[in-house]
């Protein structure tokens, strides 16, 4: 099959191709055309997939591509951005038409559900590697940024944390971990933190103005949370940050297969769970619970930016230690998060 054929019949189609406002030309051309409305800025992420790097061979297609746009849509989110829009280049080693129709109807269906629609792209040779850039809008000046954590600060988390990363070795068939062992249930909740993490859009949005520094957590907690602070360096400090380790948030599939020896190094370095963290000022505190609580969400107050550098444990002991772990790293480059 040539090209423009694998593209016209999987991916130029009504379910990846919507109109949308501020989209004035789609796939087609040699390029889309965007037409950002009056105070709003355009948000830009990337990031490419590798397989057995970002995901384990043989993954269903339809799957993939759920994971594939979903993990970018997050980077939107930490922004506190709309989705808009994407690009998609493709690297195949060859032309499977089954693999091709399940990859197209995935990520239509999570384009749907986002409205984020397909601009344009581009496919070749080579082994399986899929880089999706979206586009968001945000309006000027309200963009969430790592950078603005302030001593005093909450620390914050949405959802729960170490599913994606206690998935992997079951998905990738690990010695010890069968998943055929498991319950229907709990092997749908792990398939799911793997391949469909949920982008905290909206949340992202709700909390415009009241997060002082956010991102979404790609490569675990200990690692990301490092980059708020990083970002967040003064003339005269270097915040650091104390988690409470009680109030970690995790579900309760990962509370019963996980040791309890091993959940807090799997749940806050375990990486892949797509979650927001947030710091948030005390003035604000009431107001962000509120505007999470109203989406249904979990929002968990985890810890508090502090004055001295690094990021310490609170254990049931009430003295704090120095993390004794960190997240992962892909051939030791984090890479855009």
């Not at 994407?86 to 986002?114: I, K, M, N, R």
């Not at 001593?151 to 992997?168: E, N, Q, S, W």
């Not at 380790?245 to 190094?265: G, H, I, N, T, Y």
Request: negative net charge.
């Amino acid at each position: 099959m040539a090209e423009f054929e694998l593209i016209r019949q999987y991916f130029t189609t009504a379910g990846l191709t919507f109109a949308r406002p501020g989209i004035v030309l789609g796939p087609g051309d040699d390029c889309a055309l965007l037409e950002l409305p009056a105070g709003t800025q355009l948000a830009m992420s990337m990031d490419t997939l590798n397989q057995d790097v970002h995901f384990p061979a043989g993954a269903d297609a339809a799957e993939l591509a759920q994971r594939c746009l979903r993990v970018n849509l997050s980077d939107l989110a930490a922004m506190g951005a709309e989705p808009l829009g994407f690009t998609l280049a493709l690297s195949l080693p060859a032309v499977d038409e089954h693999w091709l129709q399940g990859f197209s109807e995935g990520l239509a269906t999570c384009a749907a559900q986002y409205q984020c629609s397909l601009l344009g792209g581009d496919t070749t040779r080579g082994p399986l590697a899929i880089t999706i850039q979206v586009h968001g809008l945000v309006p000027a000046g309200q963009a969430l940024r790592r950078a603005g954590a302030s001593v005093g600060d909450a620390i914050y988390v949405t959802g729960t944390l170490g599913d994606a990363a206690l998935a992997v070795p079951y998905l990738t068939q690990q010695p010890g971990f069968d998943m055929t062992a498991l319950s229907a249930a709990d092997r749908a909740s792990l398939q799911a933190a793997f391949y469909q993490p949920v982008p905290r859009t909206e949340a992202g949005i709700a909390l415009r103005g009241l997060a002082s520094a956010a991102l979404d957590i790609s490569d675990g907690l200990a690692s990301d949370l490092n980059h708020i602070l990083q970002a967040s360096t003064g003339p005269n400090v270097t915040p650091g940050a104390i988690i409470e380790s009680a109030r970690v948030p995790v579900s309760d599939v990962f509370a019963r297969l996980v040791p309890d020896a091993e959940q807090l190094p799997m749940a806050l370095g375990g990486g892949d769970d797509y979650e927001l963290c947030v710091t948030v000022p005390p003035q604000h505190e009431a107001q962000a619970q509120a505007a999470l609580q109203a989406l249904g969400l979990k929002f968990t107050r985890i810890g508090e930016v502090v004055a001295s550098s690094g990021i310490m444990l609170r254990g049931s002991d009430g003295d704090p230690r120095p993390l004794p772990f960190s997240g992962y790293r892909h051939f030791g480059d984090n890479g855009n998060e």
